[in-house]
Every structure is written in structure tokens, then in C-alpha cells.
């Protein structure tokens, strides 16, 4: 391999590792709240990729301004996902984790009906970006306008978690539920306001997640189990509920595949993940910033 | 672990209540036995074949993720090797389906040993995600080797209809025998662990966490076991698919979705019990093969909308399994 | 298992009876008609490959089932008329890509619905166990629309493809570059890239004998997952070997996915010869069409016929105003397919399995009673039509033209395609 193809690879894992990044972390975020794996979240990232559609077709507007708007609207889903279904799941006195993840999956295959019921199977993509088809090359090395975008956005978004977290009411009552669910009640937080807005904020992020990946990837019902399985196995790479731990385990991700699609024949490129969320775990069984 | 962990504890003896669960075992199986020859209908019997068959393979998976609690979501890896290694076996070699059975099963138990003792000690979504895995590794492989067909799978030469090749042309009622069989042979596998020491302890361990402390090494060792198990009935499970089937390739057999259908009847049913696979694959199967076959050709997706959500609202409703609808008293306290 | 154990257990076993119940009620139908099972995926990733297919059928039953002033076999006339001018009807079924479900599919459709006929099945692996039970049954299977060589070899009496395999598709290919070679155009080296399913592997498997028959070196061969989040390692590949022809054997979300990652990496392929699928889908073009300009795919159809064939637009119409889209690689040969059972079950005179299979093996339409390209409609042993010509279509100006063979084409071939 070339110096300038190691590059490349490199910088295309890079940017593919944000975005994976940004996918992962609502998934975190939620299960770091209050211990709940979300099955549908591959479902939502598709839901969100609909909405951008949706909107560009009504507005025709570029699918960069319409962004916050599906950002509102996904964390109107996560919050009435969270009152509607996880709520009840949370409630089971037996074998919460089953339930908690087939509550999910079947909203999964619920939504991927819905979606070919109400916008048929067809494939979408959005053509009217300003962004969309546009290059950028530096000696030699390709980076899509696109996919920079999406990097920088999910870098934005993870500079505004942190600050989210950290500096905000709504962040210190998010740390203190996960703490300890029983004191705060004491103090005057309401668990069950604490965890919609969790649950809204969790699809909120992966909603931005789909709006930039729409104006890139092609649109149809079963694009969530595209990505799906990568978010899972991203969140357990970087530990459970660790937003940094997402971000660092997108971006190891990232490298990872787009170097064993280098080496190894590119049908099992996946491989070079899966191996090293193993061997990851062998070693540190909660990931790599997790504290379970 | 010793030879006698299988035994029932000296104390417990033969409960009455124990027999009559044999007793009840005994009338169900006989009628599903006698059922085929009522229901003549090919599909029907097709289905009742595969809702025997998800049964029996959940019964496996119940015996591992039920009873020791080890959630795995990647059992469509032993359901692969099993299938691949019968098919192999068979139109390679012309090694019948039979003993393609057993070296599967034994491949498979001894695939579950080795991944057992680092998978062990990873905890809850850590364990199923790697489970998950471990699958799709696995699906890679098989997906990318030449010798056992790759993507292209592995096509079952016709022939005639013989017990000794597990090849029936239009007759199911043998099939649903064997399905039958290969159900009461787990279930009677899980019925005695229920009432060995490996049941006592692991009920023991769910109820009271801190007696794991005193029991860990044995405990440990009775995972293993029960992982070992539960890998065997289902690798068998697929070579009893791909004789059924007579034709497999890697997204057939060992595709994610099957570990969920392993996993489902069991949760749906009633997870950890004797009864619960049963029941919930008697519920799932025939109502997805039934609205995919009657609404499904539409291709509106009304079907996954009713098989989601039914999925859901059940998981939710009946958080211990539909079992738990037709029992007057929680189990664990009649025995405490 | 207590006493209410036990009355679930029965509930289980009485809901099987209601089931068998309403089985009975469906084969309840109505006299003169004449059924035929349509088995396609209907759900999942290819679903609307199913949707399409339902709508190629719709289409095709139209033409039978009532009288149309067109040359097409099948169309003059209302019904059958050697059975008693008897309807046409379709049953259709879900197979979600699974040879399990599509084989219980068939199944059910041969006892229940008792179809005379079945066709199917879009994906090769489920017209693989489709057509082991109508084989067992002895019922006519007419696969439409699978183009994978391995199923006609299993010496099986009731299957029929009038359409080519992946053979005849990839020979034209390697004709047209000894053609174009021939003609003095640099064609030294290919690549291969193709995708990780029974599809993807037959095709590149064929190809690849081919090229080393012929003398072209293969540049990169390069089998992929499909459904991949990303193609970027793949395309890179592809970029560095820089082959002359670059040969694409992909479903629709790769093949998008494909051209834009070219776009993406700067790389601009000299050529691109594509084994249809994605790369027939109208979806494709509308997305990424702009950088397919002077893409070249196999087909087994071209809209360019109709102007020696009025009929064709006719049939399209009728087809568009059902789907809002032009027949395309797959729906014309479902629609043909069709066409062709409900011809030769006509000509049987009955719809008893064994004459209707005597009446297809007895098939000899001269193409030009068909809409497809094809010389003659003649199956062999081995059920295999042997004269489905195959034609070469190239994306120019929005729409496709037919560049090869000579003898039905309409230009020549932009060679390199960008150029």
C-alpha cells in the first residue's frame, strides 16, 4: 500500500468513525441513564433519515437547514418511545433485560412495517444539497463535503453534550438519576421527567445522526440494521453508558474496518471489529470506559 | 462436578408433583404425535413442524439463557454448525444425516466449551453483544469459505424417500415425527436438570445472589456444562433443518434473526420454565407464518406491523411469559 | 403442568384446527378459472423488487384476461379460450428472501390455493427449493426472473426459464469486448467486483472463466458484503488497479452506493459494464444517473424494440400507469413470463400439471410475438431457453440505448464511456 492510500484509507475511516460515533452515543446515553438497551435504535436512525426526507421533499430546502427540525421531531419519538413502551418495560418485576430488549425489537419490526406501509420499500436518497456530490482533495486524498460535514457535526455535538452535562440543571439532574435513582427522588427530581427528557435527548442525537447521513446514504426501511449492529458493538467497545467512551470507539471503529478492508478481502471487513470488540473484552469486560 | 450432580438431590426423591409433570408431558407429546394424521393439510403440517422445531431449539437455548441467565443473542452459530456440518457430511461424503447430527452436536458443545470460558465473564449486554458477535464471525467465515460453498450454499442431491437419509419428497408426517422427538428429548433434557443440583443451585444463585460466593466453581462449571448442552440440542436442531430444508446457504441458517427466534418463544412463553418454549413457539409460529402467508402478499408490511407489534404488547403485558397467565401461584413460591 | 396448563395446551392445538379451517375456506374459488402462485419477496430488503413484480403481473394478467388488439401472444381475446374462455387468476405470496418460507410458500399454494403454475422467484436461492417442490408435485415452474446457471442443472422435468442465465449475460459481455476490440479500442484488463451472495459469486465466477479464456487480465477482484455501511476500501481498490472495464454484479443499495463512493474518490472508470440488477433499477439513475453517464448493463429488454414493435409501448404504458415506472430488466421478464405459462396452458387445453408440462417443453414462439429481444422461445432439456439473446443496453442521455448485439442495435457504443 502506498503512502497515499494509507492515508486515505485512513482519513475515510476517520470520518466514517465520526459518524458512527454519533450514532452510537444516544444509544449510550440512554443505557448509561437508566440500564436500558434500546434495539430499535437502528430504527430510529432510519425514522430520522424519513423525517430529513420528508421535510426536503415538502420544503425543498436544503437538507442542512432542516437539521433542528428533525432533531425536534426525533426527540418527540424518543420521549413518547420512552412514556408509550419503555416506561411499561421498566415496570416487569421479572426478567427486565428480556423484556426491556424484545419490548424494543418488536418496536423495531413494528417501525420497519410501518415505514413500508406508509412509504413503501422503495429507495430514497436526497439530491438538492448543496453538500451532495461535492469533493475535497488534498494531495491526492479524497475527503467527501458530505462526510466532512457529518464529522464536524458530530464533533459539535459531542462539544455540546459535554457542556450539556456538565454545566446545565437538566445535566446534573441526568448524572444524579444515574447515580442513584432512589436519592433523587428525595431531593425533588421527578425520575420519570428526568428520563423522558433522557430518552428525547438519546434519539435527538441519533436523529441529527440521520439527518447528515441522509444527505449521503440512500433511504429505505431496513437501513437501520445497516447500521445497527455497529452502534451495538461500538457502545460495548467504548463501555456502556461513557459518552467519550462512544466517541473514541466510533473512531477506533472507524480505523479498524477501513484498515482490515485494506488487508483482509473487503467481504470481511467486519471482522476486524467484531475481533477486536472481543479481544477488547476478553480483557477489560466492561469496554474500555465503562464502569459496570 | 461430579457424576451424581445430575442426580436429584437425596432429600427431594421423586416428587409427586415431579411424575405428574411426566405424566403431562407423556398426553401432550402423544397427541402432537397423533396430530398429523387429523391435520392433513401439507401447510399446516409444515407449520406445526417448525413450531415443533423452534420449541425444541428455544427449549435448548431456555436451558442456558433461561436457567442460568446467560442471555445469548448468537445461538444461530451452533444452529449453523450443525446444519453445515450435516450437509457437508452428506453430499461430500455421503455420511447420512444421522451421523451428521451427532458430529455437529459434538462440534458445536465443543465450540460453546472454548468460548465459554472468556464469555463467561463478561455481564449482561457485554455478554449478549458478544454472543451477537461471535455469530456474525461466524457467518463471515462460512460466507467466505469455498469448501463449504460460500455464498452460493450447499444444494441437497434428491432422493428417494428414506428414513436412513432423512428424505421425505412430499410426505411431512415423518418430519414432524422427528421434530416431535427431538422436542421431547430436550424437554426431557431440561426437565431432568430442573430437578438435578445444577437446577437447585442456579435457582439458588438467581433467589440469593451471595450464595454464588460459596458455590462459584461449581457453578461456574455447571455453566459451562449447561452451555455445552444447550450448543448440542441446537446444532442438532439445524441438521434437522437442513435434511428438512434440503438446501442451505449462510444467510438461511445462521442469519441474526434466528438467534432472536431461538431466544423468543422462551421469553414469550415463559423464560427458565419447563413449559415456556412450548407455549410461546405454539403462539408465535403459527400466527407469523399464518399472517405472512395470508397478508404477506400484499407487500404492504402489514404483517411485520402485527408480528412486532405483538411481540412487543406481549413482552410488555406478560413481562414472566404467557405461562405465567395459567398458573395460580408463582412457582419459585411453592418450592421456598 | 397443571389443570390450566393443560387447557392452554388445547387452546394451541384448537387454533391450528382454525387455522385448517380457514384454509378450506380459500380453496373455495370459483369455476373457469385457472390459478397461478406468484411467489416473491414482498418484504424486506428486496421488497419492492416484489412490489414491482406484482404490478409486471397485474399487467401481464390484464393482457390475458382481456381482449387487446396487440400481436403479443395471449393478448387477442378474453381468457383462455381453449378453456372455455376461462379468467386468469394470481395468488400471491411473501418469500422475504428465505428458500425456507418460499418453500412453504409453494406448498401451500399447491395443496390449498391448487394453482396450476407457479413463477417466481426473483432471488436464485428460493427458485432453488421452489422448484424442488414443484418438481415433486409435478407442477409447472416457469422462473421468471433468477439467472443463476446451477438451478437448470439438476435435471428437473417442470422447470422452465425462457429468459438467459448468467452464462448467456456474461458471453455477451465478452463478445462485445472481443467486437469492440476487434475494432481497435484498448481492452486489456477487468475487474470484478461483486457482492457476497448466491447472485454476486455465481455471476463473478462465470466472468472470471470467461476472462481468462479470452485473454483479459483481471485487475482486481474484489467480492464485498453486502449492505455495507460504506464501499470506500472497496472503491479505493478498484481505483488503484484502474482496470479498463469495470464489471459490477450488485443490488440496487450497493450499486448506489458504488457510483457515488467512485464519484466521491475521484475515480473516474474508463468503463463500466454492469450485470443488470441495481444497475436496471430506475431508483439507481434517479439517484446517482448523473455519474452513470455511458454506463453499460446487460438486459434482457429494451424500450427500443417499439419501434419495431408498436406493442411494446402499449404494454409499457399499461405497466407505468401501475407503477409509475418503465419495464426494466426484471418486470419485463415477469411479464413475459406470464405470458408464456398462460400461452402454453392454453395451448394444453387443461391444467392437469403433466400436459401443461408437455405443452411448455412443446413451446416454439418466434420472438417477435414477444416484447423482449430474445430469436426464438424454445426450451431445451434442461428447461433452459437457449435462444434468450441477451442484448447490451448503454445510459445515454437520460435513457438507454441498445449497442449490442449488431443486428438489434441501435448505435454504437460510446467507448471509453466518458469519452
Known sequence: MTAQALAQVLASGLLMGLIYALIAVGLSLIFGLMDVVNFAHGEFLMTAMYVAFGLVFLTSLDPVLLMPIVVAVLFGVGAVVYLGVVRFAMRAKANQGMVQIFATFGLATLLQGAAQYFLTPDYRSIGNSWLGGKTLELGGVFLPLPQIFGGLVSIAAFGGLYLLMSRTDFGKALEATREDQGAVALVGIDRNRVFTLGWGLGAALVGLAGAVLAIFYYIHPQVGATFGLIAYVTVALGGFGSVFGALVAGIIVGFVEALTAAILPPAMKSLGIYMLYLGVVFVRPSGLFGKL | MTADAL?????????????????????????????????????????????????????????????????????????????????????????????????????????????????????????????????EIGLLLIHNWDFVGGALGIQWPFGSDSWWTLQFARDKVPYVHLALGLLAVTWFVTFLIEGSRWGYWWRAVKDNPEAAESLGVEIFHSKMAAAAVSAFFTAVGGSFYASFLAYIDPESVMSFRFSLLFALPAVLGGIGTLWGPFVGAAILIPLTEITRSYLGGSGSGIDLIIYGGLIMVVSLAKPEGILSLFQRKPKREVRS | MNRRELLLGGASAMSFAAAAGFAGAVQAQAAREVVIGVIYPMSGASAQVGIDARH?????????????????????????????????????????????????????????????????????????????????????????????????????????????????????????????????????????????????????????????????????????????????AEVQQLKSADPDVLMPSSYTTDAMLLVKTTAELGYKPKNLVAQASGFSEQVTYDAVGDKLRGAITRASFSLDLAAKRPFITTVNDMFKARSTRDFNDNSSRQFMGLLLLAEAINRAGTTDGAKVRDALAATDIPGTSTIMPWARVRYGADGQNPDASPVLLQYVDGKFVTIFPTDVAIAGAIWPMNG
Open chain 2, 7 to 135: 442426580s436429584p438431590p437425596r432429600t427431594a426423591g421423586m416428587l409427586p408433583q415431579r411424575r405428574k409433570q411426566l405424566l403431562t408431558a407423556a398426553f401432550v407429546f402423544a397427541a402432537v404425535a397423533a396430530s398429523p394424521f387429523i391435520v392433513r393439510d401439507v401447510y399446516l403440517q409444515n407449520v406445526l413442524i417448525l413450531t415443533l422445531l423452534y420449541a425444541a431449539v428455544s427449549q435448548s437455548w431456555n436451558i442456558l439463557g433461561g436457567y442460568c441467565g446467560q442471555i445469548s443473542l448468537g445461538h444461530a452459530l451452533y444452529f449453523g454448525i450443525g446444519a453445515y456440518a450435516t450437509s457437508v457430511l452428506f453430499v461430500s461424503y455421503g455420511i447420512v444425516p444421522w451421523g451428521g447430527m451427532l458430529v455437529g452436536g459434538v462440534l458445536s458443545a465443543a465450540v460453546a466449551l472454548l468460548l465459554g470460558y472468556p464469555c463467561f465473564r463478561l455481564k449482561g449486554h457485554y455478554f449478549s453483544i458478544a454472543t451477537i458477535v461471535i455469530a
Open chain 3, 56 to 232: 409486471a403481473f397485474e399487467t401481464a394478467l390484464d393482457i390475458v384476461n382481456n381482449d387487446h388488439a396487440l400481436d403479443l401472444i395471449g393478448a387477442r381475446g378474453a381468457g383462455l379460450s381453449a378453456l372455455g374462455g376461462a379468467k386468469l387468476r394470481l395468488v400471491f405470496a411473501d418469500h422475504q428472501a428465505d428458500p425456507q418460507k418460499g418453500r412453504a410458500e409453494a406448498e401451500r399454494l399447491i395443496t390449498q390455493e391448487k394453482v396450476s403454475a407457479i413463477i417466481g422467484c426473483y432471488q436464485s436461492s428460493v427458485s432453488a427449493t421452489v422448484s424442488a417442490v414443484t418438481e415433486r408435485y409435478g407442477v409447472p415452474f416457469l422462473c421468471a426472473d433468477s439467472s443463476s446457471p446451477s438451478l437448470q442443472r439438476r435435471g428437473m422435468k417442470f422447470f422452465f426459464r425462457p429468459a438467459a442465465q448468467d452464462e448467456m449475460f456474461s458471453a455477451a459481455m465478452f463478445d462485445f469486448f472481443d467486437a469492440q476490440k476487434a475494432k481497435g479500442k484498448k481492452i486489456d484488463t477487468v475487474a470484478l467486483f461483486f457482492e457476497d451472495t448466491i447472485f454476486g459469486v455465481d455471476s463473478s465466477n462465470v466472468q472470471r472463466k470467461l476472462a481468462t479464456e479470452r485473454g483479459y487480465k483481471i485487475a482486481a477482484d474484489v467480492k464485498y458484503r453486502t449492505n455495507s455501511p460504506s464501499l470506500t
